[in-house]
């Protein structure tokens, strides 16, 4: 893991690092070179490799670079989730990567704080910061960064990232401000929507042949109190076609050329780049 997280991260930021059997209130605690697991945990089987390689992404995430205020946790918990899923995908391939990011929306659809921003100052209560917003919801945040901007530039990032805030504390702007430069455009919306609003897109999506032209029709649905969310580039899968949609506004409609009947199969994002919901997909 560690070898592996040093081609992705940048180099390992401490001499050593132990993983020690112990006491402790979580699965895992991420003390800086000397990794707590409950010993419990242990005896029972119940310790995986997937919270191995969380606690050891913390190295990186939350210990070597801590978030200046605890309100920016995901800086920690979302990045150390979202190493849980690189594991499982430099073990697995894309198929494991696929199975881990969507139980990570399951987990946040199904949780109460998917009504409150990742970014939330109302919450006083430090624990109650560990949720499912910081966890799974700051790990797809990355995950669709990664699939926007491509893997070469979401990795040169998030290395710069390490290593200007190494032994350092930083915020969410900085890490955004890091990667839009590596990008080479304004990311500035994508962060705003992604850490400031509630929620996630939830699509109705529809289909009309005419005139030699295919008419796809993507509708947000959202509550209201969610806001509206651009997604650039888009998949939608249309029977063994895929187009690329730029998702912006309540309606989004373009026209592909197409021949014959409209498409027996509708599939939005089939591969898993986004955090989104579908209504009426076919």
Known sequence: MIDVFAGLFGRFPYGELRHVQSTTRFGGMENAT???YDT?????GRLNEATVAHETAHQWFGDAVTETEWHHLWLSEGFASYGAALWAEHQGGDSALAATMRAAREAVMASPVVERPILDSTITDRMKLLNANNYQKGAWVLHSLRAMVGDEVFFR???RYVRTYQHRNALSRDFARIMGEEAGRDLT???RQALAQPGYPVLAV?????????IVAV???QKKAWGLFRMPKLEIMLDDRTIAVDVQGALTRVATHWT????RTVTVDPHNKWLLAV????
């Open 34 to 36: 000397a990794i707590f």
């Open 40 to 44: 419990r945990a242990i005896h029972e």
């Open 157 to 159: 990032g998030v290395r």
């Open 189 to 191: 919306w994508y962060f």
């Open 206 to 214: 529809s289909t009309e042949a005419e005139g030699g032209h295919l």
């Open 219 to 221: 509708r947000q649905v």
């Open 260 to 263: 014959g009947e409209a498409p």
């Open 279 to 282: 209504r009426g997909e076919r």
